[in-house]
């Protein structure tokens, strides 16, 4: 059950006022999957640039329960030690909280020959299927029963073999479960129709220092050639930045403020948001690690056409913070969710804040602006759409209070923190606490 932790968000009322730097922290999608890699190692490694969120902690937690050994010492600093990793059936009840969860099967069953799993969870963002998983495994060899919403998969001898997979669509944790699963099978393993996903590349190389066989990342094919466990020697990772996060304060920058920095980015992971930012008429600047957002308070903002793609075209991830920055842009703007079906139910509550929009289907929606928001009592659906509904309220007139932040605290550190040392009035009220009710707001 959701507990329900809440934020009062004073809207700026479409002011631009806030002004400052924002440092951003490692890549949520590729922390989960190094940490999930550790079950390639022989003995261990460090990781640093780990992002403090709800997602790393259930994956420690997850990979202490099958027997690794996790030390965090320091902020965004995690050692690993797997000597004593022993268990290949993956709790229930952290893997259907975390979609991740699926990235760890293919190296236990490529380990131990063996894993049990349960459905994986994670955001409600439609359908998020398994076949390309259960197929692979099978092109490696390996035999699958299912046993209600349990599977367990065996290698036949106990070890994958190598194989082709052909993923009949671009799929980032396919890609990395089986780039995962190649390093230990017997033979060479070829992935067909990748992703590009900077995280993937970073993975792949992490995992090429400590032993691993691993070509062709950032392109269509890659290759793995299968070998031992892995030695991290007291070896440190450091992970990407999260371009999500960075294209998430751009965002903000762009609707809310005289001038944003947001450091410690690589702008070139970026390139889609800002070429589609700058169309729009934000005003951008980029340096080697950072992104510049100045507005004058005046300037108009022009409607566009968004598609989602996989890297490097727009990412979905940042297709609901872009559409509250469409709602604030002249004319008409046109989304299409190509990725995921179920991405576009937040906007039942935009609309309730004064946002005109018009949902085609379940991939696509009209959106007329600009129109001022007005604050609003709104649930996070998911988190995504919880983090655009921040932006949503941090624009309106008057005060917002947005439900269920547990979601937006599984992608995002502190963030009520760090939007408060730009200038915002944010406060948190625990789920726990009822007295700290919202006074003389709208409820709907
Ligand atoms: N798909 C299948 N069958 C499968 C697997 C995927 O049909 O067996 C489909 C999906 O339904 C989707 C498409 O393939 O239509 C692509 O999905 P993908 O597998 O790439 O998504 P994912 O790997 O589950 C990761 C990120 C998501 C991000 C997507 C796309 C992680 C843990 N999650 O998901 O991140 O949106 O790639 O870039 O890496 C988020 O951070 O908020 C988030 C949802």
């Known amino acids: 059950m959701i507990k329900d932790d809440r934020f009062i968000i004073a809207g700026l009322g479409g002011a631009k006022t806030l002004k400052g730097e924002i440092a ?41 329960r099958l027997g690794v050994k996790v030390e965090h010492s320091g902020k965004n600093f995690y050692s690993l030690d797997t000597t004593e990793l022993k268990e290949f059936s993956l709790p229930a009840d952290i893997s259907k909280k975390l979609r991740a969860s699926i990235v760890i099967t293919g190296p236990l069953l490529a380990r131990f020959g063996k894993v049990i799993f349960p459905y994986p969870g994670g955001c409600v963002i439609g359908k998020r299927p398994i076949d390309m998983f259960l197929s692979g495994f099978r092109k490696m060899g390996a035999n699958i029963t299912e046993d209600g919403e349990t599977f367990t998969v065996e290698a036949a001898d106990g070890k994958l073999v190598g194989a082709e997979i ?32 900077p995280e993937i590349v970073s993975l792949g190389e992490w995992l090429n220092e400590c032993g691993a066989k691993i070509t062709g990342l950032g392109t269509s094919t890659i290759k793995i050639e299968g070998g031992d466990l892995l030695i991290g020697e007291g070896k440190t990772h450091h992970t990407l930045p999260d371009r999500i996060e960075a294209g998430s304060f751009i965002i903000l920058g762009a609707l809310a403020a005289s001038e944003l920095t947001v450091k410690n980015c690589h702008p070139d992971h970026l390139d889609a948001l800002t070429a589609y930012l700058s169309e729009a008429g934000v005003n951008i600047e980029t340096g080697p690690d950072w992104v510049k957002v100045t507005n004058s308070g005046d300037e108009k903002f022009t409607a566009l056409d968004v598609k989602t793609h996989e890297y490097p075209g727009f990412p979905t991830d940042l297709q609901a913070p872009f559409s509250i920055f469409l709602t604030q842009a002249e004319g008409q703007s046109y989304i299409f969710e190509t990725i995921f079906e179920g991405r576009l139910n937040y906007f039942d509550a935009l609309n309730r804040m004064g946002a005109k929009v018009k949902v085609l289907d379940s ?15 709104i649930e996070s659906p998911d988190l995504r759409a919880g983090l655009a509904y921040v932006l949503a309220a941090i624009i309106a007139s008057g005060q917002s209070v947005v439900h269920n932040v547990e979601y937006i605290d599984r992608g995002y550190e502190e963030i009520e923190k760090r939007l408060v040392s730009l200038g915002l009035e944010v406060k948190r009220v625990s789920g726990d606490d009822k007295n700290e009710l919202c006074q003389c707001l709208p409820q709907n």
């Open 363 to 377: 991939h696509r929606a009209i959106i007329d602006g600009p129109t001022p928001l007005s604050g609003r009592e």
């Open 24 to 64: 951003i922290g490692g890549a949520k999608n590729e922390a989960l999957k190094v940490l999930a890699g550790s079950v390639l190692f022989k003995d261990g490694f460090s990781v640093e640039n780990i992002p403090e969120i709800e997602d790393v902690r259930k994956i420690i937690e997850l990979l202490e």
């Open 166 to 197: 052909f993923f009949k669509q671009q799929s980032v944790t396919s890609t990395e479960t089986f780039m995962m699963a190649g390093v230990l099978a017997r033979g060479v393993t070829v992935l067909k129709n990748c992703p590009v996903e």
